[in-house]
């Protein structure tokens, strides 16, 4: 019944824009904290971006003013719109769910409940 769906990943070159989507089946998004993770090929699983019931988010150092995280509580739809990639931004993308009014600050992926499948993102130089 729960079911976290991503798109919107492919190949771009670096300096352009991606929009990830998020699609959340089986429970009410803006009642959970969301979050974007990433893993690079060789890399662990990074924390990129999270967003609280309350609507406060928060964002890896790495992507600070680049990266935004989203709601269309109509849609029940996480997104995330990432602008001026870089290669090293390359990585698999993942939409992660917890029931919590409040996203950790330890970016622990042990800490989430529901994950996506992950959606691909490719930065060339």
């Known amino acids: 019944q729960v079911e976290l769906v991503e798109s919107g990943g492919g190949s771009v070159q670096s300096g352009g824009s991606l929009r990830l989507s998020c699609r959340v089946v089986?429970?009410?998004?803006?009642?959970?904290?969301m979050g974007w993770f990433r893993q690079a090929p060789g890399k662990d699983l990074e924390g990129v971006t999270t967003?609280?019931?309350?609507?406060?988010?928060t964002s890896a150092d790495s992507v600070k003013g680049r990266f935004t995280i989203s709601q269309d509580n109509a849609k029940n739809t996480l997104y995330l719109q990432m602008a001026n990639l870089k290669p090293e931004d390359t990585a698999m993308y993942f939409c992660?769910?917890?029931?919590?009014?409040?996203?950790?600050?330890?970016?622990?992926?042990?800490?989430?409940?529901?994950w996506g499948q992950g959606t691909q993102v490719t930065v060339s130089s």
């Open positions: 992660a769910a917890v029931p919590t009014d409040y996203c950790s600050d330890s970016w622990s992926q042990y800490e989430y409940k529901y």
């Open positions: 089986g429970f009410t998004a803006s009642t959970y904290c």
């Open positions: 967003i609280e019931p309350g609507g406060r988010t």
